[in-house]
């Protein structure tokens, strides 16, 4: 079994996936990255160009080509889902019949910038947390 991305669909049943294989190095005895492209068996002819799809490898040769056969889809191209609300967005709208009413759209507002820290600079540190004794600088837990 490997995961890999699908490249492209040029014949129905059938298409190139990328897959990211790791070689071993007997002499370095490290592994190394390399990339296969692979012709894989689509049995529902359902997956997209760019969709990351599970293969397995066929038992025999399919057609004399296709080695690998796919499970099943793991994530379809352009399918974004909100985790904050779980509803499928595009850019920054939500799609149509996943809308929020204004009650629960505030109550999110809130239950968020309440998670929020932002400081004003990136370099912001809090002076009071730190006492100076002679030349020692020791920080002190308020919290």
């Given at each position: 079994?490997?995961v890999?991305k699908?490249?492209?669909?040029?014949v129905?049943?059938?298409?190139?996936?990328?897959?990211?294989?790791?070689?071993?190095n007997?002499y370095?005895?490290l592994?190394?990255p390399?990339?296969?492209t692979l012709?894989?068996?689509?049995p529902?002819?359902?997956c997209d160009?760019?969709?990351?799809?599970l293969?397995r490898k066929l038992?025999?040769l399919r057609n004399?080509?296709?080695?690998?056969k796919?499970?099943r889809i793991?994530?379809?191209?352009?399918?974004?889902?909100?985790?904050?609300t779980?509803?499928?967005?595009e850019a920054?709208e939500?799609?149509?019949g996943?809308e929020?009413?204004?009650a629960a759209r505030?109550e999110l507002?809130k239950?968020?910038?309440?998670?929020e820290?932002?400081p004003?600079?990136?370099?912001e540190v809090d002076?009071?947390?730190?006492k100076?004794?002679?030349?020692?600088?020791?920080?002190?837990d308020?919290?």
């Amino acid at each position: 079994m490997a995961v890999g991305k699908v490249l492209r669909k040029e014949v129905n049943h059938r298409a190139a996936v990328s897959v990211n294989l790791h070689r071993m190095n007997d002499y370095l005895c490290l592994y190394f990255p390399e990339k296969s492209t692979l012709e894989v068996f689509d049995p529902e002819n359902d997956c997209d160009v760019g969709d990351v799809v599970l293969i397995r490898k066929l038992p025999e040769l399919r057609n004399n080509i296709e080695t690998h056969k796919i499970e099943r889809i793991i994530h379809k191209v352009g399918a974004i889902i909100d985790p904050m609300t779980g509803f499928r967005v595009e850019a920054d709208e939500y799609l149509p019949g996943c809308e929020l009413d204004p009650a629960a759209r505030e109550e999110l507002k809130k239950e968020v910038s309440k998670r929020e820290y932002v400081p004003k600079y990136s370099y912001e540190v809090d002076l009071n947390s730190y006492k100076w004794e002679s030349r020692n600088l020791t920080r002190t837990d308020n919290d």
